[in-house]
Structure formats: structure tokens, C-alpha cells
């Protein structure tokens, strides 16, 4: 079994959901010192073990599991990943074959939401999703599970999945949405130890961000751009307005010497930077 419930129920853990699934003043009130806790570590190791603990609880999941992957190869970073109540080989199992064909992974970059439901993915009903939930999820007690995507830089996303066991409903959209938040703040907290992250200096076939002077912000819309979004599809996935994101844009021409988006995708794949 991968589930390891601490004692009480995880029902009495996370969002106060009223009958239509609103959020009460006490659960704000939860969500607010939840993301005030995480935005507090000062330390890498500090912030992913309270991040993995903090969703866990604040979402009512019986375990959690936080790393990075790289966004090029899917694969994930072993040395980044940090768990919450997982016992059983669960992550021994997941690196040693089970991430090789994710379909949650596979799903992310066709759909590109920022939080799903595990239902969400398995509705596909792919042979991959289906060996990933009969082979791997059942096994080891889980009926149930979400997962919260944050962007930490041009090459790794920082992926939070929760699970549940047979004996908890699914994930609510309230509690989606809460994870949401959850994920954004992750994502905040994460720049600020972005030279401590595993691949710090490579950027998976884009420039070393150093070579330009970008801002952690400005790698993330500069990655995007060059992945073909446009400006209303970036700001909407870094949680940024239109404008903001155009503002961005202004500054990374500026310092890499281009005036066009392609010119960009080009020099970020390795072209030469501009002469002073």
C-alpha cells in the first residue's frame, strides 16, 4: 500500500466546502496562512518538504508527491522529488518504469491546464492510461487523484500530484481551484532558489538565461513564446494580464537583441547573442 493516513481522518483535513461547494471565511483563512507558510522557507529542501506537506493537508490527499520534470525529455528529476505519507515502493516503482509513459505527463503538454483531475485523464482510456491505473494506481490503493503543475523556469515544471484512497470522494472543483493557488504560490517561491535546482546553468537547448540577464519571470514567458503560445495563452498560464506579458516581452527583446518573436525562438536555441 502506498497510502499511509495519519491518524484521524483526512476528512477533517483542507478546504471547508459548504453545499455548493463554496469555501468558507475559515478556509481563507486557511488557504491564506497555507500559501503565507510556503513564501516563508529559506531553504530548497525546506520549501519542497512543506509545499508536499502543506497540499497534502490543505487538499485533503492521503499522500503527495513533489519534484521537477523536465519539460523537454518528460523525464522527471529523481534528485528534486520529495513525498508526503507514501510508503510501499510507491516512488521506487513510478522511476523504475511507470513514468517512462505517464499519461498524466503526456496529457499536460496536449492540454496544458495547470491543475486536472486524475478522472479527467483516465476518461481517455488509452492503453497507457489504463496500465498506469490498473497496473500501477490500484495496486497501491489509489482511486482517486489531482495534479498541480508550476512553472519554475525554461526547462523544469515543478508537478505536485495528490492522491487519494478508495475511502475519500474525488478531488472538487473547489478544491481544484484551491490547488491552483496553492501551485502559483509554489511557483513564486521556487524562483527564488532557481540556481539551486537540479539543471541550474543548462536550459535544455535554450541559452543560458545568465547570457542575457532575464529575470526567472522573463525565462518562463521567453520559454513560452518559443513554444508557440501567444500572449493571451502565456498570461494565462502564468496566471499574468496581456499587458504584463507584453511588458515582458518589451524587456527580453531589448536584452536579447530582437525585434519578432521567431528571431527570439532563434536566439534562445542558440543563437548568438547581440553585440554590445
Known amino acids: 500500500m502506498a497510502l499511509k493516513v495519519r491518524e484521524g481522518s483526512a476528512m477533517k483535513r483542507g478546504v471547508e466546502i459548504g453545499g455548493s461547494e463554496g469555501v468558507g471565511p475559515r478556509a481563507l483563512r486557511g488557504l491564506a496562512g497555507a500559501c503565507s507558510a510556503i513564501l516563508e522557507c529559506t531553504r530548497l529542501e525546506q520549501l519542497k518538504r512543506r509545499s508536499a506537506r502543506i497540499l497534502g493537508e490543505t487538499l485533503r490527499a492521503d499522500c503527495t508527491v513533489l519534484g521537477l520534470v523536465d519539460q523537454r525529455t518528460r523525464e522527471p528529476r529523481a534528485d528534486s522529488i520529495v513525498t508526503w505519507c507514501t510508503e510501499g515502493g510507491f516512488l521506487e516503482r513510478y522511476l523504475a518504469y511507470y513514468h517512462a509513459f505517464d499519461p498524466c505527463v503526456a496529457y499536460h503538454e496536449l492540454d496544458g491546464d495547470p491543475t486536472y483531475r486524475l478522472t479527467r485523464v483516465m476518461a481517455r482510456k488509452t492503453p497507457e492510461s489504463q496500465e498506469f491505473l490498473i497496473d ?6 489509489i482511486a482517486h487523484g489531482t495534479l498541480l503543475w508550476s512553472h519554475s523556469g525554461p526547462r523544469d515544471l515543478a508537478v505536485v500530484g495528490l492522491w487519494r484512497g478508495r475511502d475519500l470522494n474525488d478531488f472538487t472543483e473547489t478544491e ?9 504560490v509554489l511557483a513564486a517561491a521556487l524562483e527564488r532558489f532557481g540556481a ?3 539543471g541550474a546553468g543548462t536550459a535544455g537547448g535554450y541559452q543560458t538565461p545568465a547570457c542575457y540577464s532575464l529575470t526567472p519571470r522573463e525565462d518562463q514567458v ?6 508557440g503560445l501567444s500572449n493571451k495563452d502565456i498570461g494565462a498560464r502564468l496566471g499574468l494580464s496581456v499587458n504584463t506579458v507584453e511588458t515582458h516581452l518589451k524587456s527580453i527583446y531589448r536584452k536579447c537583441g530582437v525585434d519578432s518573436r521567431t528571431a527570439l525562438a532563434h536566439r534562445l536555441a542558440g543563437g548568438s547573442p547581440a553585440t554590445p
Do not use: D, H, T
Not at 136 to 141: D, E, I, M, N, S
Not at 176 to 184: D, F, N, T
Not at 222 to 227: A, K, Q
Open 176 to 184: 481544484a481551484a484551491a490547488g491552483e493557488i496553492l501551485a502559483s
Open 196 to 198: 539551486e535546482l537540479p
Open 136 to 141: 500501477f494506481l490500484k495496486p497501491q490503493g
Open 222 to 227: 521567453g520559454m513560452l513564446v518559443c513554444r
